[in-house]
């Protein structure tokens, strides 16, 4: 079964080895490509390469365990290193094949079935070896490669941006998924919180890196194996940070800087927010390991999933918990040149000046479609209330927009109104506005863990019967959008690197004047619904068999190209006593995650 909700869950924190962030801009010359190499032939060169010969790693007192973040990074010369991955249906298996790009040409070969089981990246494509100081291996062990990790140029002339995600999405349900590592760019091959901490001693170490011959043969990898010297001290987190030599203290390096804002979420509690990329402060503490959740991008969304999403490689989450627990490393973060190490959130987008005047249209161009996700992460709670004897049934769900247009919502407030008026605005190819149409309204959510602003009748969640006919609804129905969710790249128009990807960026402020949201194409919003109000009473429902649906746009106020799909379905089986209620999930098709 699943566990509980960053709300339901202790917020203990931990850290996992923090690579310094400068180390991804590894230096221009370590690959070389040949004069005229990247139109000479179209397919990829990769390789491992180090960015140091040595690191330090931590294993904390408190929460032993070390993270083997190594520094080790794959490069792609001669082109980008590209990858679709998708299934037709939850019927059928997860496929991939490598892209090239050759000018306005593209082919495509097809990788072997089998190779990868889900969308979070290559199974088994590093191995690690690691040996103590008197030779003994006490460690061999392979790890997954997302190629979307946090990565850098290892070129100058290298392209300034990657066009590739910053993640591989990890919601059960994903669709279709694109990994890449740019050309003239190295990704981290680190698999970060999706792979666990591992129990070293402290002391003096040797790791061995390479990737697996599978992968060397597949994409023609030289054989080379990394050394990396391993340092792992052991620390607590009652001791003040290390202040490296030559830099400013804890406290003074942030004087000016002022408190980041923690936003609150959709949950029971709050939760602090990762700062701007502009803190320029040292990476600190991050949000401890979770398992694997969505991957829309590196963002923070209370409520929006079962799970805080994962960093990348290189953790985005750089929060305060005091100044005497910051300055763990002296490495600025945040994205620039020849560095993209996860950090940034993307920034929330501005709604038009002035409401809509004129005569409301819907012209005949692209729409967005907007489709539900099964529900997952079920389970049964007692809604974080003590009240003897009641059972909640708990879940997340997510609508996605397969597009091939994003949806927009603007909402404007009256002075003295509580509602905003909300309307959907249309664009033409070029993406200039030619029409809009009133959609309902917005509303403020005062509740903590809330705190911005709710669209309304965005989605509907019911819990059926046997026979399909409802049961139960849940209270929720007003949503702030957000990008929170991977849920299919490969979708015509796919927008790769989508905006209000969190909710500090998504769904304004109580003294706003009008706000947008959206939803892009091939993102999707995961809210958990694990509260009462939210979740099902199922207090005194008979055991047997229920549905629970997640229905989208359920008035239709939304215009979309198909109102036909809004639907999706997922069967649960309730059992045992009052009080104390059990849920069995079977799988959906192929999909066996509850």
């Not at 669709?175 to 890449?180: I, Q, T």
Request: glycine share 10%; net charge positive; with cysteine.
């Amino acid at each position: 079964m699943m566990t509980r909700s960053p709300q339901g869950r202790t917020n203990r924190l931990t850290r996992p080895s923090i690579a310094v962030a400068a180390a991804v801009a590894v230096t221009a010359g370590v690959v070389a490509a040949a004069p005229g190499a990247e139109t000479a032939e179209p397919t990829p060169k990769l390789s491992l390469i180090a960015a140091s010969t040595s690191v330090t790693l931590d294993s904390w007192k408190e929460d032993p365990g070390v993270y083997l973040d190594l520094g080790t990074y794959l490069t792609s010369e001669n082109g980008a290193f590209e990858l679709k991955v998708t299934r037709k249906s939850y019927k059928d298996p997860v496929v991939a094949s490598q892209v090239f790009r050759n000018g306005k040409k593209t082919t495509t070969k097809a990788l072997p079935a089998g190779l990868v089981k889900d969308f979070s990246g290559l199974p088994d494509f590093a191995q690690i070896k690691l040996t103590d100081a008197a030779g003994k291996t006490v460690l061999s062990q392979t790890e997954a490669f997302c190629p979307n990790n946090a990565s850098g140029r290892v070129r100058p002339d290298a392209p300034a941006k990657s066009k590739y995600p910053q993640s591989c999405p990890v919601n059960p349900f994903t669709l279709g998924s694109v990994w890449g590592v740019e050309n003239g760019w190295a990704s981290n091959t680190y698999a970060g919180y999706y792979s666990k901490p591992v129990q070293l001693a402290a002391g003096k170490y040797t790791a061995k890196i390479n990737v697996t011959k599978k992968y060397r043969d597949l994409f023609g990898i030289a054989n080379q194996t990394r050394t990396v010297k391993v340092t792992v001290r052991e620390r607590s987190w009652e001791e003040p940070p290390p202040v490296p030599a030559g830099s400013r203290s804890a406290a003074s390096a942030h004087q000016g800087h002022g408190a980041n804002g923690g936003h609150e979420g959709h949950g029971k509690a709050a939760a602090p927010a990762a700062p701007s990329a502009h803190a320029h402060g040292a990476p600190a503490r991050t949000e401890a390991p979770a398992a694997r959740t969505t991957g829309a991008g590196s963002t923070f969304n209370v409520g929006h999933g079962p799970y805080p999403p994962a960093p990348a490689a290189l953790p985005w989450a750089l929060k305060k918990e005091s100044l005497q627990r910051e300055a763990f490393s002296a490495a600025k973060a945040g994205d620039g040149a020849g560095q993209t190490d996860g950090s940034r959130q993307a920034p929330g987008v501005k709604p038009n000046a002035k409401r809509p005047t004129g005569k409301a249209v819907v012209p005949d161009v692209p729409k967005p479609d907007l489709r539900s996700l099964p529900a997952y992460g079920i389970t049964v709670s007692d809604g974080y209330q003590e009240v003897p004897g009641k059972d909640y049934l708990a879940f997340s769900a997510n609508v996605w927009n397969a597009g091939p247009a994003k949806l927009v919502v603007d909402g404007f407030r009256s002075p003295g109104k509580e509602l905003m008026d909300a309307y959907q605005y249309f664009y033409d190819a070029a993406g200039k506005q030619v029409g809009y149409t009133p959609t309902g309204t917005m509303e403020w959510d005062p509740r903590p863990g809330h705190e911005h602003w709710h669209f309304t009748d965005f989605a509907s969640y019911r819990l059926l019967k046997a026979d399909q006919k409802e049961s139960v609804r849940s209270g929720k129905e007003a949503f702030c959008l957000a990008n929170t969710d991977a849920v299919d790249y490969t979708v015509k128009n796919a927008n790769w690197h989508p905006d209000n990807t969190d909710l500090s960026t998504a769904c304004g402020q109580e003294n706003s004047i009008s706000v947008r949201e959206v939803l892009d194409v091939g993102s999707g919003d995961t809210y958990t619904q694990d509260l009462p109000g939210q979740s099902f009473d199922i207090t005194d429902l008979p055991n047997g068999t229920y549905y629970i649906q997640v229905l989208a746009n359920p008035e239709n106020r939304l215009k979309e190209t198909n109102h036909n799909n809004n639907s999706a379905l997922r069967k649960v089986v309730l059992g045992g006593k009052k009080g104390a209620r059990t849920v069995k999930v079977p799988a959906h098709h192929l999909v066996n995650a509850n």
